[in-house]
């Protein structure tokens, strides 16, 4: 079974910074895809970014702020997020997808942005 699990969570005032990381175990550990999603309440969850090869792609919001990155030998996505903002405040989660059109999501860690 394949398990993906968040870290790096937690509060912090505006303007600051957190580095969110997501461990991938398994027996196959091959992913064409990682990314990072987030969910506000009472709103839908929404692409924050994602990473496949040499290519990364964000959402809007978050571009300039945030930075994916991946380290495959410790089988690892990363999100950077500095200039953090009230309304990024959510539950963030990563999502794995594989060769074989499987996608793995984990738990989720919190983020709040408050003074």
Do not use: H
């Amino acid at each position: 079974q394949v398990q993906l699990v968040e870290s790096g969570g937690g509060l912090v005032q505006p303007g600051g910074s957190l580095r969110l990381a997501c461990a991938a175990s398994g027996s196959i550990f091959s992913f064409d895809v990682m990314g990072w999603y987030r969910q506000a309440p009472g709103k839908q969850r929404e692409l924050v970014a994602d990473i496949s090869d040499g290519r990364t792609n964000y959402a809007d919001s978050v571009k300039g702020r945030f930075a994916i990155s991946r380290d495959n030998a410790k089988n690892t996505v990363y999100l950077q997020m500095n200039s953090l903002k009230p309304e990024d405040t959510a539950v963030y989660y990563c999502k794995a997808d594989n060769p074989g059109g499987n996608s793995y999501w984990g738990q989720g860690t919190q983020v709040t942005v408050s003074s």
